[in-house]
């Protein structure tokens, strides 16, 4: 018996979700380590980073439309803020779909 989990840190978590990609498994694995209402936000939370960075709607327009409270948005706002211009402009080709 071990001591302590093997799963400690973040990168350990993305190294399981990469194998999970790498066999075709995503999904599920996701689905599995996230409740419906997690996998709801998330679904919001790529949304508001999504519609901040094109910058074509308010932050009060973008909360009404995905109906989440503005501190929702200006907590992903902030998150926005950390990103130097390089990482936005790839964040930005990202999420084109």
Partial sequence: MQDTPEYSDWQDVLDLIHRAI???HEAELLKMLLTQDERT???ARVNIVNEL???EISQRQLSQML???I???TRGSNE???LDE???VWLGK???K
Avoid: M, N, R
Wanted: no cysteine.
């Fill in 22 to 24: 790498d066999s075709g």
């Fill in 67 to 69: 109906g989440v409270g």
């Fill in 41 to 43: 936000a998330l679904i």
């Fill in 53 to 55: 960075l094109k910058g």
């Fill in 86 to 88: 390089s990482q936005k």
């Fill in 94 to 96: 990202v999420l084109e």
């Fill in 71 to 73: 501190a929702t948005i």
């Fill in 80 to 82: 926005l803020k950390q």
